[in-house]
Structure formats: structure tokens, C-alpha cells
């Protein structure tokens, strides 16, 4: 099946950091999304991306759809300590998610 | 408007036993799926219903489980017999069928634990 990979793993910053990571396929895609996850939640939508090269916000957040459309890039500028959470890359049809990054923001 | 509802929170077992996890998805939303999520795995669909009809089931690990949607407002998923390998999170999460990216919302999930 689809594979999607996401790096970092995980990341331990400084509040007020800003924070970069991506998401590879394993083939191209029409659409992508990025997900939020919070301790003992459901995943929550963040932004979706529906054209190769676009860049799309969402307060601090900034997403952008790989001109090869087999990537993603999601940055978080300024970060603060509700950002702390786990981060998926997902597909537009919600199939097949990435294996996540697990953000930690330090006081 | 109260969001996807799921229930159990959690769920503890023994090996052997059924377990059935519930959802309520969002009223008017006519697509609904599930999905099993692991530290090893990861999140992974299990199965997803388009009006009520089950469209792709692929991602049902067994004949162990199974899933039904008999209305628009509910849903279950089955294990049985369940084993200790069936412990992770479950979630149900429910959206309008208007195209890719639609958003989804998630339900808080169902904790499983199989001893």
C-alpha cells in the first residue's frame, strides 16, 4: 500500500522556535493534508493543499504542496506550548496517513 | 453540535472475548470511517462506509473483525474472538462525500486493551 514518511520523528524545541518538517509518498498525489494530533484526541484537520506548488496558511501554520506532488512541507513559526502535539501528512481521500512527528515545546 | 461520539472510552478484555466499539458520526454527514492506530503502525484505515454501504473494507486486518452501519446515525466495529494483538486506539471519524480534502472530523477515539 501507500507509504508516507514523515521527518523528523519527533522534535524538542524552545518556545518562540520556529519548526520545519515534510512528508514524502511513495507516489504523487492530488491533494494533501495535515493533521494535529493532542494527547487522548481524535486527529484534527490543519490544512488541506490541492495544487502542486501551492502554499497555504492557517495562522502560524504554512503548508506547502510539493511541486513533484510526492511531498509536503508544513513549517510552525513562533512556536508556543499548545503546539505540542503529533503532526500527520495525509491523503486527500483520508486513506493512508504518515507515520508522524511528535513536537515538544519547552517553556 | 456534540461532534463525533464514541464509546467505549476504553475498553479492557480478555483474549477470547467480543468487543464492540460504537459510533454516532455527525448528523448530515454521510460518510463514515474507521480507523485502528498503534505505535508501530501507525494510523490506518480499517474500513469506511459511503451512505451507509461499506465501500472498502481492505484495511480489515481479519475475518476477526467486522463492521456494520445499519442508519445514517451509527456504526460498530466487532472483534471475536479478540486477541492481544488487537490492543490500540480505535477511531471512528465521519465527513460530508463532497470531494478530497472534505474535512473529517475525528472522534476521541477508543482505547483497547486485550490481556
Given at each position: 500500500g501507500q507509504q508516507l514518511n514523515q521527518s523528523p520523528q519527533s522534535m524538542f524545541i524552545q518556545e518562540g522556535e520556529d519548526v520545519s518538517m515534510n512528508c514524502t509518498s511513495s507516489s504523487i498525489f492530488n491533494t494533501w493534508l495535515w493533521y494535529k494530533q493532542e494527547p487522548g484526541e481524535g486527529p484534527v484537520l490543519l490544512i488541506a493543499l490541492y495544487k502542486a506548488g501551492e502554499l497555504t496558511s492557517n495562522g502560524r501554520l504554512t503548508a506547502q504542496f510539493g511541486i513533484t506532488r510526492k511531498d509536503s512541507f508544513l513549517n510552525i513559526s513562533a512556536?508556543?506550548?499548545?503546539?505540542?502535539g503529533i503532526y500527520f501528512c495525509a491523503d486527500g481521500n483520508q486513506f493512508y496517513f504518515g507515520t508522524g512527528t511528535s513536537l515538544t515545546v519547552i517553556p | 453540535d456534540a461532534g463525533v461520539i464514541q464509546s467505549p472510552r476504553h475498553e479492557v478484555t480478555e483474549m477470547g472475548q467480543e468487543v464492540t466499539l460504537r459510533c454516532k458520526p455527525i448528523s448530515g454527514h454521510n460518510s463514515l470511517f474507521w480507523y485502528r492506530q498503534t505505535m508501530m503502525r501507525g494510523l490506518e484505515l480499517l474500513i469506511y462506509f459511503n451512505n451507509n454501504v461499506?465501500?472498502?473494507?481492505?484495511?480489515?486486518?481479519?475475518?476477526?473483525f467486522s463492521a456494520k452501519m445499519p442508519n445514517a446515525s451509527f456504526s460498530t466495529l466487532k472483534i471475536q474472538?479478540?486477541?492481544?494483538?488487537?490492543?490500540a486506539v480505535y477511531f471512528c471519524a465521519s465527513t460530508t462525500?463532497?470531494?478530497?480534502?472534505n474535512k473529517q472530523f475525528f472522534g476521541p477515539g477508543t482505547r483497547l486493551t486485550v490481556l
Open positions: 512556536s508556543i506550548p499548545s503546539d505540542v | 461499506p465501500i472498502d473494507d481492505s484495511g480489515m486486518p481479519e475475518d476477526r474472538p479478540s486477541e492481544p494483538r488487537d490492543s462525500l463532497t470531494g478530497p480534502g
